[in-house]
């Protein structure tokens, strides 16, 4: 079982950062591939950013490329997602997510969620 809590989520002018925290509890974190997927509202969940499991391979959303870097920590059983240049329509709910995944984008592979934090950016 590994548990996730995500933090670093708040309101901020477009063009701004912030950094999402993401600590996971358990012996096995440095064993899971790590994903963030946001929902807008009456949007459905969408993939941002995911790392493997060594931190050696990354993959982004389109939308994102160039703004957001996914990465992690696995002495302190976190990853992170630093967000620049932020744009209103990143405004969502950020949810974390590990699992042994086929398929870094599709949401279904992923075994375990955190509750979400919350992205503002205003315009």
């Known amino acids: 079982q590994v548990q996730l809590v995500e933090s670093g989520g708040g309101l901020v002018q477009a063009g701004g950062s912030l950094r999402l925290s993401c600590a996971a509890s358990?012996?096995?974190?440095?064993?899971?591939?790590m994903g963030w997927f946001r929902q807008a509202p009456g949007k459905e969940r969408e993939f941002v950013a995911a790392?493997?499991?060594?931190?050696?391979?990354?993959y982004y959303a389109d939308s994102v490329k160039g703004r957001f870097t996914i990465s992690r920590d696995n002495a302190k059983n976190t990853v992170y997602l630093q967000m620049n240049s932020l744009k209103p329509e990143d405004t969502a709910v950020y949810y974390c997510?590990?699992?042994?995944?086929?398929?870094?984008?599709?949401?279904?592979?992923?075994?375990?969620w955190g509750q979400g934090t919350q992205v503002t950016v205003s315009s």
């Open positions: 358990g012996r096995t974190f440095s064993s899971y591939d």
């Open positions: 997510a590990a699992g042994r995944v086929t398929a870094y984008y599709n949401m279904r592979t992923y075994s375990y």
């Open positions: 790392i493997s499991w060594s931190g050696r391979y990354t």
